[in-house]
């Protein structure tokens, strides 16, 4: 039983933490080379990794894709951790209106046009994204925002994360507190009631048993007290 639980806790904590790496913002010191627009044709396992279609669209088997095409200098895992070295990284640009994840994105065409004015200079600059870049399924991470910075070496703060991050921890801290306040008030007290109830229970079967034996033995006392034929 208990390695069902340390497997089942894992099992959670890997599922959650794979979600906060493709939901929360990250952030890659790149270098924007050109921008380019796509036509692009979903299939099953790689359509729910794309947002919907712009707003103001409807959403169609195939449809254009925005790309921007950078060479990314440094990557920080969920803005904390820098990663990776130099090589090239694709994002794709899309709206994600109002549905999941909550970025409420409407300004595609305005942050293409900021890529590409980027693309025409040689200004570094830092992209804001989420999502996971897999090459054999052509998934793109999703830039959200973009700008400029000194050099390669900025240094960025992820604001977001930190506080996502204490209020993830003081909400885990206080359902676990109410849960511990319940458990006290309601659960314990009705485990507690039940097992007396059980011991009652127990209790008036010992004694019935009891009682059916005394009786059985005041038969047998009274065959073992008959005179021989």
């Known amino acids: 039983m208990r390695r069902i639980r340390i497997v089942f806790r894992l099992i959670v904590v890997l599922v959650f933490g794979l979600l906060f790496h493709y939901v929360l913002p990250q952030h890659d010191v790149v270098k924007v080379t050109s921008t380019e627009i796509i036509r ?7 359509r729910i990794f794309y947002a919907q279609a712009d ?9 254009d894709l925005r790309l921007i095409n950078t060479q990314k200098q440094r990557t920080m895992l969920l803005g904390f951790i820098p990663t990776g070295g130099s090589h090239v990284m694709v994002y794709r640009n899309e ?20 890529a590409a004015n980027l693309a025409k200079g040689d200004e570094w600059a830092v992209i804001t994204h989420y999502g996971w870049r897999v090459r054999w399924a052509s998934i793109y991470p999703n830039a959200v925002a973009v700008r ?6 900025a240094t960025i703060i992820p604001w977001f994360n930190i506080f996502f991050f204490i209020f993830l921890a003081a909400a885990l801290l206080f359902i676990r507190a109410m849960w511990r306040q319940f458990r006290e008030r309601t ?4 485990l507690g009631n039940a097992e007396d109830r059980v011991d009652e229970v127990q209790a008036n079967v010992a004694e019935r048993r009891g009682r059916f034996r005394r009786w059985l033995n005041t038969w047998r006392s009274k065959d ?5 034929e």
């Not at 692009?40 to 790689?46: E, I, L, V, W």
Request: no cysteine; aromatic share 14%; proline share 14%.
């Open 55 to 63: 707003s103001g669209g409807s959403e169609q088997p195939t449809r």
């Open 95 to 114: 709206d994600t209106g109002w549905i999941w994840p909550p970025y409420f994105k409407f300004d595609s065409s305005d942050l293409q046009a900021e």
């Open 40 to 46: 692009t044709d979903f299939s099953a396992y790689n």
């Open 224 to 228: 073992n007290q008959l005179p021989p």
């Open 148 to 153: 400029t910075v000194s050099g390669p070496d």
């Open 187 to 190: 659960v314990d007290p009705l």
